[in-house]
């Protein structure tokens, strides 16, 4: 499997680096212990709708919109998820 500076491809790390880099769970999510896989599947699903409204609200209706919907189409939400809990954990 191919895979971009660890990530599970390159939409995944760009995606990451340039929305949620500077983030943490509590931002989007109440705290967490020890999450179960549910918990994380729930919290990546927020983390793609989140991406999804502000591509909607930063731009309009057309191929430009389609095109970055269409990028993030091919995001790991689920390892953005992860990632973000286990940083959250350590710090």
Not at 65 to 79: C, G, H, N
Request: hydrophobic fraction near 40%; charged fraction near 25%; proline fraction near 2%.
């Amino acid at each position: 499997m191919n895979t971009y500076n660890g990530w599970t491809n390159y939409a995944t790390w760009r995606v990451n680096l340039e929305m949620f880099d500077s983030l943490t769970p509590a931002d989007f999510w109440g705290g967490f212990g020890d999450p179960d896989l549910e918990e994380v599947y729930e919290f990546s699903k927020a983390l793609k709708d989140y991406a999804e409204e502000i591509i909607c609200e930063q731009s309009q209706e057309g191929i430009a919109q389609d095109y970055a919907l269409a990028f993030i189409s091919d995001v790991d939400w689920y390892s953005i998820a992860k990632h973000m809990i286990q940083a959250s954990m350590e710090a």
